[in-house]
């Protein structure tokens, strides 16, 4: 079912203490946190099972930023879906702008990803999103529907049923710049049109599409009001407590 949710990434921010001190103060703000509103937090990979034992009584849930493309073998330094899985997480986020940047991960990596997550029993939290230039040249729309048709596009309907999605321009990302609620309702509804398209009328009602790139208290109200924005991927703001639990209290 389509759900209201609000993620937070953390990135490469907090040292295990201090990951524990923000999951603790969001456990001390949760009563705040409107039923029908779904959280979840993305800490960095190692602080994951000692932050799901602590939120394991709690309505918040715990994802991975990231997972590797191969199973399990001799990748030094990488982390699979089933690791993720065995520490309690049950999200996934995939193809982040930042992993396509700096790690010059594929639309095919990202499948296979994706794969892997659902194999494991993981929800993928799937990114999409044009960078600044080509939305300066109007190229946004081919973009994401590409790299849709590349990834998700090619799981069959049950596959897509555990797939949340976040669209995010990357020119919006930690630059303080958001997209207009316009223009990320225009891209949203987009989206939805084409999982209605590969899938079905079901499958676009169902599907949480959620909205990332400077995404604070201040501007949620007006993005979360839209109708095909479902919440929000949320960097920076998830790193303050009252920041990120307030932000779930801005759906209307
Ligand atoms: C993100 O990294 O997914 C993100 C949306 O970051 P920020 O909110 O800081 O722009």
């Excluded at 079912?1 to 703000?29: C, F, H, P, T, Y």
């Excluded at 939120?55 to 073998?73: F, H, M, P, W, Y």
């Excluded at 995010?168 to 223009?183: D, R």
Aim: hydrophobic share 35%; net charge negative.
């Amino acid at each position: 079912m389509r759900q209201k949710i609000v993620a937070g990434n953390w990135k490469m921010n907090n040292d295990l203490n201090q990951g524990l001190e923000l999951a603790e103060a969001i456990i001390n703000l949760q009563h705040e946190i409107p039923e029908d509103v779904h959280v979840i937090m993305a800490p960095p990979f190692i602080h994951l099972a000692d932050i799901h034992r602590k939120v394991k009584d709690t309505r918040l849930k715990i994802s991975a930023q990231n997972c590797a493309e191969e199973e399990k073998g001799a990748f030094t330094g990488e982390v699979s879906a089933s690791m993720v899985r065995s520490t309690g997480s049950e999200y996934v986020i995939i193809g982040h702008s930042e992993r396509r940047a700096y790690y010059n991960e594929t639309d095919d990596v990202i499948l296979k990803k994706i794969n892997l997550a659902l194999k494991n029993d993981l929800y993928p939290i799937v990114c999409c999103g044009e960078k600044l230039e080509q939305r300066e040249n109007g190229q946004y729309f081919n973009v994401v529907r590409e790299q849709l048709e590349n990834t998700i596009f090619k799981l069959s309907s049950e596959e897509f049923s555990k797939v949340i999605l976040a669209y995010e321009p990357v020119w919006a990302i930690g630059t303080g710049k958001t997209a207009t609620p316009e223009e990320a309702q225009e891209m949203h509804q987009f989206i939805r049109k084409l999982v209605k398209d590969n899938f079905s009328d079901n499958a676009a009602e169902d599907t949480s599409i959620l909205y990332g790139g400077s995404c604070k208290p201040s501007n949620s109200t007006e993005l979360f009001k839209q109708d095909d924005i479902d919440g929000g991927l949320i960097g920076g703001a998830s790193l303050k407590s009252k920041d990120f639990v307030e932000l779930t209290k801005t759906f209307s």
